[in-house]
């Protein structure tokens, strides 16, 4: 690797302490990069491809690194836009943002400016604009409002070639032109546009939804780039159209004994169209031991929260609902009230405290179906099975997520001196798999593709998965940007790290 050819404004790193920080993110996984660049503008990222190419590394984009699902890490070039390509340019209703913002210090100037963006996930404090992009990132009021796919108008980017991409203006010929053929081909493809159409609202992997939603192929490549996970452009600008604040009109938390009446009081709530429709298990409630979520009550199954910011009407009519069901306790909290703030922040403590339970007992809490999306009406019978499944197979597992539009965050515990632990891993991942395909559901949710799930996209695919070969060939025919996350996947245990940290 000749480092002489590198002649860029920003820094780059290959010392072992450096290398060895940016071998990991939030997942299980460790693989050590060959270099860490830090580009301190757009020209920079445009010479760390054509280095990249000339040195035949690979390039993974990388923002604030949370990302659980191993796809911020890389043997090539990590291209680390925290450190200087962090700046909000533009603040409005139209916003321009870089991908190595920080999301809750966009979320602050937003708040002073009386504006919102809905898709904020619960590491808002870690996670960057980058890494929300490439995993089409959600958070509680995806359930009213989407996910951040709704809020991006348009994208900068870099190709594997090397060439500048403003989606706002024409496209490279042979992006455009490819684009148009792939979009007119599924178009015309009644089996595979079923088999999306029929998959959870969050289900990941490339959007296809977006070949029936945009005409103008610039819109559609910056829509395919959302949820992308870094395989097919390197972001460099963000765009975004936001909304004015929706403050809350009142929370309701209820702890429910019995998960099927909890699945219906979910469907009855959703109807309400609530801001947020949250869920965690009896095993969260009792590990976070915060001032809401808390458990008072043994035979509690599951703990509901809606919060609602139409109208105060909403929430007593959602209140008279979740009173005919044979609840432990229900809560109700006012718009601003420091027990609707302490249940947010109850909310945030959940994995933080799962990882804190896993560190005093010496246990390993593996990401591995973290990301289940179902069908919201599945929410209760998929827990249950999840349930007698990890029961059969003597694994411990706290459940959490996003009752409103069908997000489970499934956290199996396992004991890093067990005996065949990777035989253990991949055996609680196929059978989870096996039970969501029952349901039509998917392992590639929320936190979107990578090592630990986009093992079964061709399975749950079908013939419709030839369409993300085809834009990923596309765009990168050589494979330069993350490879090994989306196509090409080893079993899922590859890589993996199972040091308790």
């Excluded at 490819?178 to 992997?205: C, H, N």
């Excluded at 159209?241 to 009109?249: A, D, E, F, I, T």
Aim: charged share 25%; proline share 4%; aromatic share 8%.
């Amino acid at each position: 690797m000749d480092l002489s050819q590198l002649n860029i404004s920003g820094g780059w790193h290959n010392d072992a302490a450096t290398l060895e920080k940016f071998s990991r993110d939030m997942s299980a996984y460790r693989i050590l990069p060959a270099l860490v660049v830090e580009p301190e503008n757009e020209e920079d990222v445009f010479k760390t491809v054509t280095f990249a190419r000339n040195e035949g590394l690979s390039i993974v984009s990388r923002s604030g690194g949370s990302d659980l699902s191993g796809a911020s890490i890389g043997p090539g070039i990590i291209l680390n836009f925290k450190k200087h390509l962090n700046r909000l340019t533009v603040l409005g209703e139209d916003t321009v943002v870089e991908p190595g913002m920080i999301l809750a210090n966009l979320v602050n100037q937003l708040n002073d400016h009386n504006l919102m963006l809905p898709a904020i996930p619960s590491s808002s404090a870690v996670c960057a604009l980058g890494g929300n992009v490439g995993t089409r990132a959600t958070g509680p009021k995806t359930a009213k409002y989407g996910t951040l796919d709704d809020f991006v108008t348009s994208l900068r980017f870099i190709t594997a070639r090397g060439e500048v991409v403003d989606t706002t203006q024409a496209l490279p010929d042979y992006l455009a032109t490819g684009l148009r053929q792939i979009q007119q081909k599924y178009l015309a493809d009644e089996t595979s546009r079923e088999i999306v159409a029929g998959r959870p609202y969050i289900a990941g992997g490339y959007n296809l939804n977006a070949f029936d939603r945009y005409t103008a192929m610039g819109e559609l490549a910056a829509h395919l780039l959302v949820g992308s996970i870094g395989t097919l452009g390197i972001v460099t600008e963000i765009r975004l159209k936001l909304m004015k604040q929706r403050p809350s009109k009142g929370t309701l938390v209820a702890h429910f004994r019995n998960y099927d009446e909890f699945t219906e009081a979910s469907l009855r709530i959703k109807e309400l169209d609530p801001a947020a429709l949250e869920y965690s298990d009896a095993s969260c409630c009792r590990l976070v031991n915060g001032k809401i979520l808390n458990l008072e009550d043994p035979d509690i199954a599951a703990t509901l929260v809606a919060e609602f910011d139409d109208s105060s009407d909403k929430v007593q009519t959602g209140r008279e609902i979740i009173k005919a069901y044979d609840i432990s306790r229900l809560w109700e909290f006012k718009a601003g009230s420091p027990e609707e703030s302490s249940l947010w922040q109850d909310r945030r403590r959940i994995l933080p405290s799962l990882l804190k339970y896993c560190r005093q007992n010496n246990l390993l809490l593996l990401p591995i179906i973290d990301d289940i999306a179902i069908h919201v009406k599945d929410f209760g019978p998929v827990i249950q099975d999840l349930t007698e499944l990890m029961r059969r197979l003597n694994v411990e597992i706290s459940f959490y997520g996003h009752a409103g539009f069908g997000s489970i965050h499934a956290r199996p515990y396992f004991d890093p001196a067990g005996k065949n632990l990777k035989e253990q891993i991949e055996t609680v991942s196929q059978e989870s798999f096996n039970i969501l395909q029952k349901y039509r559901g998917t392992l590639v949710g929320e936190h979107n593709a990578g090592r630990s799930r986009s093992v079964y996209l061709a399975q749950e695919l079908g013939p419709a998965f030839e369409y993300l070969r085809e834009i990923k060939n596309l765009f990168d025919p050589d494979d330069l940007l993350n490879p090994g996350t989306l196509f090409a996947t080893e079993p899922i245990s590859t890589h993996m790290d199972f040091t308790v940290r």
